[in-house]
């Protein structure tokens, strides 16, 4: 599957380097205190795993799923969370971890709904930004790497549930995006 991807953008060395980093970061940020971390899958599965191992205060996890609907007549649809939380999270600090932000659209929603639980304090970490085209883009409190607007596979990230296994980031061959097998 190598032979798929254009380019790399960030080895395994530098994810595990930029992972440590924010571990780190977190960890001091929240000192003393007791973290809710709610991943939002399948694609922030890989980001997450690593990184609540860098954390060094006591973690919970947790996960949701959210769908941003697409269709070729329409925009995207208003994301919608179509799993919840086991945990409950009133009064706790919680960080909601994603893999990819783009419009912010789907983070945005989720810190919302997570807002109305009534959490004592609602970060969000994510592993790649976009660089936004618009100046609206959700701002994240940690960011692992900020990226073009490539589509951007490996590490969690997937095109049509594939690559999601690539111990790295890589960029996929614009030849093929939407290949008409795999529709």
């Known amino acids: 599957m190598d032979d798929e991807i254009a380019k790399v953008i ?3 060395q530098q994810i595990k380097t930029r992972v440590e980093e924010l571990g780190s970061q977190i960890s001091k940020d929240f000192a003393g205190e007791e973290l809710v971390v709610i991943s939002i899958i399948n694609g922030a599965l890989l980001f997450t795993a690593d990184l609540i191992r860098t954390i060094e205060i006591p973690v919970k996890l947790d996960c949701i799923r959210a769908r941003s609907s697409f269709s070729v007549y329409t925009d995207r649809s208003s994301p919608k969370i179509i799993d919840t939380l086991r945990l409950d999270i009133s009064n706790q600090n919680v960080l ?10 789907t983070l945005s929603q989720v810190v919302k709904q997570l ?3 009534q959490a004592k304090k609602v970060k969000t970490c994510v592993l790649l930004h976009k660089n936004p085209s618009t100046p609206s883009s959700f701002a994240c409190d940690y960011v692992g790497f900020h990226i073009e607007q490539d589509f951007a596979v ?4 997937d095109f049509a549930e594939r690559y999601r296994y690539l111990p790295y980031i890589g960029v996929l061959r614009p ?7 795999w529709a």
């Open 175 to 181: 030849d093929l995006l939407n290949p008409p097998e």
């Open 96 to 105: 909601v971890v994603d893999d990819v932000v783009d419009t912010g659209n």
């Open 154 to 157: 490996g590490y969690g990230l």
């Open 115 to 117: 807002n109305l639980l």
């Open 10 to 12: 960030f080895d395994s």
